[in-house]
Structures are given as structure tokens and as C-alpha cells.
């Protein structure tokens, strides 16, 4: 059996941004599943502001 074919199902490299794949960075919160990078890029067109 390889150890590539299984999925991880816990921990860091468990989960990874849906728009580029990247599995560190990522926000999670409201099931959101971005990396920091494309967050700040996506953001304003999902309806969050940033506040100062």
C-alpha cells in the first residue's frame, strides 16, 4: 500500500486553500478554507472590510 494514496485527516497538511492548494496560512474560520495570501486578495469581494 502507498503511503501516497492515503489522505491525511489530521493536522497542518490536512486541509489547503481552495483557490492555489497551499496547506500553511490557512483560514479556517467560517469554513472558509483560504490561505492568508489569497484571503486579503478575495476579501473585499466577499463582503469583508478591514478596520482600523
Not at 503511503?3 to 489530521?10: N, V
Not at 472558509?32 to 495570501?37: D, E, K, L, T
Amino acid at each position: 500500500m502507498a503511503d501516497k494514496d492515503i489522505k491525511k485527516k489530521f493536522g497542518r497538511g490536512a486541509n489547503q486553500c481552495q483557490i492555489c492548494g497551499r496547506k500553511q496560512g490557512l483560514v479556517r474560520r467560517y469554513n472558509i478554507m483560504f490561505c492568508r495570501q489569497c484571503f486579503r486578495e478575495w476579501a473585499p469581494k466577499m463582503g469583508f472590510k478591514k478596520m482600523n
